[in-house]
């Protein structure tokens, strides 16, 4: 039986399967490979998916939806035609219309799948994207990350097994470009960065604005239904300019037409295009490479179509980008390949695929400023390699305290309350003074997002263990301990985490930009000036935030 890749998008999705060692894209009804990531409920309460929603939004948007993939992970729910529906429940359908466009092309039932997602897709948003398989009656085998995928394909097209990757991934709602490297067998994934507020949609946006400012119309005030034409219009249009210099915007509704190129486009999206840069700027300064060390930069997603957007790269990057294959097919490919080597079939060499912890996972510790607010003490930080598995080590902050509550948390904030809540751990300890005690903290994560934390009070040799997210594979108990086992063997690495607010300001915003020694100079720092303002001492204070100054300066400069 046939497994299947699946790149389930924000805006379209697509099924691939490996056959003879090639990717071949699995055509939906229409006959087309990519289904738009629309739902919409009809008038008989029948569920329909893709080209059919995607026109019901405009038509009947009470009862449709779509980009709910943004929703993934969340308490969200859509209402369509008064019905209820979560991110998931609506992802389902999509996956179930995959799964059948799949079977009637291959002649097979499938019931096996692996799925794409971001590489900065948290731990509910994963839990929730593999809820979505099993609610449409696939076993989601695994989920990869897009940029893994999108290399796996360019290193495929392209016949160089071996380079270093920049893939840009510019869908219709999110940027994603991450720095993904492929040598010796094992592809790697060294830095993501992305903004998911930005995408093709916001071109078609500028476009729209433009049309009603050409014409004295306000945008803002326009009723839904004609937004949504305005808007469908546009990204016409903007297609349009993929193919040929000049077109002309005709909203013959409105009788009133603009014309539009590539060069007025430019100039109208002059703000994205900044925005586009700085996600390109943060990928390749956290992968601590220079343009020069990239040897192909991958262009991923529909929106990569836009010459305004290669051009744009190229005179940023001096460079000029590669085209392995249609842009918004290129991660689609790379899951179906992915695939076929789950399926271990012989013409296709094993791979290890090496991800990355996209986020930084971590545990509470007290602030002794504000007993309220704690603070986020890393264990494992952003674009740790995965899987890996860290210790750390705490203590009491309080005298004879014979109870400890550990919350774990994921984020790039300061304070915790500012990051997603995972889980917490309590323990009983014995009441000692303040400072005395020693707990162990190990977390261990593994490519399929099961995080295992372990608290060992050193003394007692007491353990408290819980894991996380585990609810979201189907594996039993023995599999998931003798995989930990497994992680447990990898090599250990201990690791720690108004002027007065603008300095504390300041470095929050170094913690969540920096990595590695520098975010723990920030993060000393940090609760150097919190002990010092405790303290009431003016003289250390002042001394403490012009250390934290010199310091700060010294990393921006960096
Ligand atoms: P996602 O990964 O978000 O599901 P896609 O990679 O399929 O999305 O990209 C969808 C976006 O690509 C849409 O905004 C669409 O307008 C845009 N797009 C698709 N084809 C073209 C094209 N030929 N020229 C410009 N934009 C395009
Ligand atoms: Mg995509």
């Known amino acids: 039986m046939a497994i299947i890749g699946i790149d389930l998008g924000t805006t379209n999705s697509l099924a691939c399967v490996c056959q003879d060692g090639r990717a071949v894209l699995i055509p939906n009804s229409l006959g087309e490979n990519l289904t738009p990531s629309a739902v919409s409920v009809d008038e008989n309460g029948e569920i329909c998916v893709g080209a059919v929603a995607k026109e019901r939004l405009i038509s009947h948007p009470e009862a449709s939806a779509s980009s709910f993939k943004r929703h993934m992970g969340t308490n969200k729910t859509f209402t369509l035609a008064e019905n209820d529906f979560t991110p998931q429940e609506l992802s389902s359908f999509v996956l179930r219309q995959l799964k059948e466009d799949a079977e009637r092309y291959l002649g097979e039932e499938v ?38 995928a999108a290399a796996l394909t360019a290193s495929r097209i392209s016949g160089e097994e071996e380079g270093s990757y920049l893939i840009f991934d510019f869908g219709g709602g999110t940027l994603d470009v991450s720095v993904v490297d492929y040598f010796d067998n094992v592809i790697e994934i060294v830095a993501v960065s992305g903004d998911n507020r930005l995408g093709g949609d916001d071109f078609d946006e500028v476009i729209a604005r433009s049309f009603c400012a050409h014409h004295h119309m306000d945008y803002d005030g326009l009723d839904q239904q004609k937004k949504a034409t305005l808007l469908r219009l546009s990204e016409k249009c903007k297609r349009d300019l993929s193919e040929r210099e000049e077109t002309v915007l005709v909203w013959e509704a409105e009788e009133k037409k603009m014309p539009l190129n590539n060069l007025l486009l430019a100039g109208l999206s002059q703000n994205l295009l900044d925005r586009i840069s700085q ?174 934390v372990e608290v060992t009070d050193c003394r007692t040799k007491q353990m408290r263990r819980k894991v996380l997210a585990s609810e979201n594979l189907r594996l039993s108990e023995e599999e998931i301990e003798s995989r930990l086992e497994e992680l447990r063997t990898y090599k250990l ?25 520098r975010r723990q100079q920030v993060s000393v720092m940090m609760q150097k000036i919190q002990k010092a303002v405790a303290s009431r001492n003016d003289q250390l204070i002042a001394k403490c935030l012009k250390e934290a100054e010199d310091i700060f300066d010294r990393l921006e400069e960096w």
């Open 111 to 148: 019931t096996e799948a692996v799925i794409s997602v971001p590489a900065y897709f948290n731990d509910n948003q994963r839990y929730a994207t593999k809820e979505a398989g099993r609610l449409a009656g696939i076993h989601v085998e695994r989920l990869v990350n897009e940029p893994s």
């Open 279 to 452: 996600v390109v700027d943060t990928a390749l300064r956290d992968s601590a490479r220079s343009i020069d060390e990239i040897d192909e930069i991958v262009l991923v997603g529909g929106s990569s179509r836009m010459p305004v957007i290669s051009l744009y790269l190229q005179t940023q990057m001096k460079r000029k980008p590669g085209m392995v294959a249609s842009p918004d097919e290129v991660v689609a490919m790379g899951v179906g390949i992915y695939a076929g080597i789950k399926e271990r079939k012989q013409d296709i060499k094993d791979l290890v695929l090496t991800d990355i912890c996209p986020f930084t996972l971590g545990v509470s510790v007290v602030n002794y400023v504000d007993n309220d607010n704690p603070i986020m003490s890393a264990v494992i930080e952003r674009n740790s390699v995965l899987p890996c598995s860290r210790t750390a080590h705490y203590t009491n902050s309080c005298d004879n305290q014979c109870q400890i509550e550990i919350g774990i948390f994921q984020g790039e904030s300061y304070y915790c309350q500012e990051n997603l809540k995972l889980g917490v751990i309590e323990m009983e300890i014995l009441p000692v003074k303040k400072g005395e005690a020693c707990l162990e903290v190990r977390f261990t994560y593994d490519i399929d997002g099961i995080l295992e």
């Open 493 to 517: 690495m201990p690791c720690g985490g108004i002027r007065t607010k603008i300095v504390m300001a300041r470095g929050e915003r170094l913690y969540a930009q920096t990595l590695g020694v």
